[in-house]
């Protein structure tokens, strides 16, 4: 069974500039989550999808991130415009349904770099 | 509001020693507990979960336990090994909410 996959896997950008990361779960899997992790802190969750539907954003900063999860398997995150705090991995979880055993998968994770 | 957190936040152990990693979350309302690894630069490897009704699971050398009532879990690691130096991290879910400590940095010196 593959495992989420994350692009880019690196990612440097100026200030203000936008940046998009791409995430596919593994397959089945009907929830979907995004996480920042800022080095030496733990992930904290950015957005929760069941499906195609958003189930928990309230530590979205809605004024520059932006997600969205088409057909309910692949999503897309949008940062505009970037700021220096931005600088972090972002990553990105799937599961099979969320409560109960919804053991979590993570990908790989994309370091971004603000300048 | 739940708040999770890991006890020690580094720690560096001879080879061969069993050792115990804590974290502790101030809300009992929750579905379950997962703990995972990360490796420098890498992703998060899940370890084990323990549902909420559950009081311990076990993989291999690991061993995770649950006291909901506490608000306790512990991470047992058996006759540790320098592959096991990594980041332990223990994350909470409970309401549509996972709530991650921020690690526990384990160095294990052979």
């Known amino acids: 069974e593959a495992g989420v996959a994350q692009s880019p896997r690196y990612k440097i950008i100026e200030k203000r500039q936008s940046v998009a990361f791409w995430c596919n779960p593994i397959?089945?899997?009907?929830?979907l989550y995004w996480y920042q992790q800022i080095l030496g802190q733990g992930p904290k969750l950015l957005i929760q999808?069941?499906?195609?539907?958003?189930?928990?954003d309230s530590q979205l900063p809605k004024d520059r991130f932006s997600a969205e999860r088409l057909k309910g398997v692949d999503s897309t995150l949008k940062i505009q415009p970037a700021k220096l705090e931005d600088s972090a991995v972002y990553l990105c979880?799937?599961?099979?349904?969320?409560?109960?055993?919804?053991?979590?998968?993570f990908g790989p994770g994309t370091r971004l770099t603000v300048l | 509001k739940q708040e999770v957190t890991q006890i020690p936040a580094a720690l560096s152990v001879p080879e061969g020693e069993n050792l115990v990693l804590n974290c502790s979350f101030t809300d009992s309302a929750i579905y379950n507990l997962q703990w995972f690894r990360q490796d420098p630069g890498k992703g998060l490897t899940s370890l084990l979960l323990i549902q909420s009704s559950q009081r311990e699971q076990t993989s291999g050398r690991l061993n995770a336990s649950l006291d909901k009532s506490s608000g306790r879990s512990t991470l047992y690691i058996a006759a540790s090994q320098p592959g096991d130096s990594a980041t332990y991290l223990c994350?909470?879910?409970?309401?549509?909410?996972?709530?991650f400590g921020a690690g526990t940095r384990l160095f294990v010196k052979a």
């Open positions: 397959s089945g899997h009907a929830t």
């Open positions: 979880a799937s599961s099979r349904r969320d409560s109960g055993d919804n053991e979590q998968f």
């Open positions: 999808f069941q499906n195609n539907g958003v189930v928990d």
């Open positions: 994350a909470v879910t409970g309401g549509f909410k996972t709530i």
